[in-house]
Every structure is written in C-alpha cells, then in structure tokens.
C-alpha cells in the first residue's frame, strides 16, 4: 500500500461501502479526536474510474474532517491515506469490518498470536490492517496489560466497553500496581476499592451509560502521579525493544515471509476460530 495525501474534496463516498448505524455520540467523540489530535489513522482510498478518490474505509472520519473544515478551511488541507486497488475495494472494506469489530483486547490478542505464534512481522500486520505503526504498538500496550493481569487488565475490560479509550494503553502500563490504585481510587473511584468501581462503571457502561474519559485527562492523571508510583524496569525496555524491532523489520529476507505463510496456512487449516481463519487466509494472500 502507499501513502499518499489527498484533498478532502477530491474524495467520494460510495453507500456501498459506508457502514450503516453509527451512534451520534461515537461520531461526536471521533470529531473532538480529530479536532484535538489530527488524523491519527489514514484513510483508505483507491483512484475513483469517473476522478478523484473512492473512500473505501473511514467514512466517518471524512465526515468529521469535513464537519471541522466549515468551522476552519484552514484545517486539513490535506488527508493522509492508504492507495489501495478499486479492484479489490470490496474485499478490503470486508477486512476491515473483521477488524473494527472487535473489541480492542480481542484485537491485541490477534495481533499478538499472529506475532508471536506464527512469525508475522508486526510491520506487515499494521500495513496490511491499513493502521500506522503508532496505533499498532498500542495494541502491544494493551496485551501487556492484560499480561499483567489485575487491575491492569480490568483497565482493558474499561476500554472495550468505552469508558477509558484505549489510544495510549502506555499511560496506565508506566504505573506500578500502587500507582494504578492510587489512580483509579484518587482520581476515578472517589475513594472507593478500585475493583468496586471498574464493576460498577463496567456494568453502566454496558447498560447504556454514558460515562467517558477522553484521552488528555487519562494523560494527564497518570502524568501527575509522584515518582514513586511509576514503573521504570522491564516496561521501558520492552517499549525500545518494540521500536528497535519497528526499525529494523524493514531488512526481512524472503525467508522469514516464507516461514510467515507456513505459519499461516497451518493456522487457517487447524484453527477452529473463524475470525483467526479468516484473518489468516487474508494474510497469507497479502504475504504472497
């Protein structure tokens, strides 16, 4: 896939590969996200056969875009996105249903296996999902968390439900176990267990509740927190070992891309998960 940059009105939307049933309130927060950060996931596009571009995935943040460019022309001149063939859009826009599906610990949990148990370089999975490097590394955070287990995986079961966006897992994972106690009861649980808490907001926020936490404020918290109460051993190392591995995951010899699609056809065969299935067929297409 290449990159490319292309002009919000140079893309079309197609009612065939636009998910239908998005809640306003997901739209609104996507819209303050990029308002706030930018575009932190690039779109994906093919060459339209009557001009321009045809957005095949991310639909809603053009609308979003769009929405703040008639606040402020001056903002977004430009869009970032993945150039991939009109000829496969459909297949693609199936894809990427498979993926914006599931909920981000099932997401880190693929990730993670197709990694670690069959061999597939992480740069290869982010190209082929169509996210940056950034956002893939974030899912490496939230396996990390729930390695840990604890608080620190009720901290992921508050992301899949949407109280805590799951952006920057890394936040949370700098903290010791004090420090995230000392967060969640100080600064979220107003005093109360921290386990009490995650249960009671959990439950709400799978009810319908509407309590969210965005980004800055996590941030924030976490940041303010006194020395004491952050990790600084085997978390930041694993963190430069992840960018090393980023670094250097350009120089894989055919080999290993050959050892990868062994890896994957055997898990497509013997696998009895239909989404892993899935994901590997797709992967060891890509990868051919």
């Given at each position: 896939m290449k990159l490319i940059e292309v002009a919000p009105e140079d893309l079309t939307l197609s009612s065939e590969l636009v998910r239908s049933g998005s809640a306003k309130s997901f739209e609104d927060r996507l819209r303050s996200s990029l308002d706030e950060v930018g575009l932190a996931e690039p779109l994906k596009v093919a060459v339209n056969p009557d001009g321009g571009y045809l957005v095949i995935d991310g639909?809603?943040?053009?609308?979003?875009?769009?929405?703040?460019?008639?606040?402020?022309?001056?903002?977004?001149?430009?869009?970032?996105?993945?150039?991939?063939?009109?000829?496969?859009?459909?297949?693609?826009?199936?894809?990427?249903?498979?993926?914006?599906?599931?909920?981000?610990?099932?997401?880190?949990?693929?990730?993670?296996?197709?990694?670690?148990?069959?061999?597939?370089?992480?740069?290869?999975?982010?190209?082929?999902?169509?996210?940056?490097?950034?956002?893939?590394?974030?899912?490496?955070?939230?396996?990390?968390l729930m390695e840990r287990g604890g608080l620190f995986a009720r901290i992921v079961e508050l992301m899949d439900v949407g109280v805590f966006p799951s952006s920057n897992p890394y936040a949370w994972l700098r903290l010791t176990d004090e420090g995230l106690k000392r967060a969640l009861r100080e600064k979220f649980a107003e005093g109360a267990e921290p386990e009490v808490w995650i249960a009671a907001v959990a439950d709400a926020a799978r009810l319908g509740g509407t309590e969210r936490y965005p980004l800055k404020f996590i941030e924030m918290v976490t940041a303010a927190l006194p020395p004491e109460c952050f990790h600084a051993g085997e978390d930041v190392r694993a963190i430069k070992r992840d960018l090393g591995l980023r670094r250097a995951a350009g120089q894989a010899t055919q080999r290993k891309f050959k050892e990868a699609r062994s890896h994957l056809s055997r898990v497509s065969k013997e696998s009895k998960e239909p989404v892993l299935v899935a994901a590997a067929k797709s992967f060891e297409e890509y990868l051919s």
């Open positions: 639909a809603l943040r053009l609308r979003g875009i769009k929405a703040i460019r008639e606040r402020d022309p001056s903002r977004f001149a430009s869009v970032a996105a993945y150039l991939l063939d009109y000829d496969i859009r459909y297949e693609i826009r199936f894809q990427s249903d498979i993926y914006q599906d599931l909920l981000p610990s099932q997401l880190a949990t693929l990730v993670e296996h197709l990694h670690k148990a069959e061999n597939v370089l992480k740069v290869d999975i982010a190209r082929y999902i169509g996210v940056s490097p950034a956002t893939l590394r974030n899912y490496t955070g939230l396996w990390r």
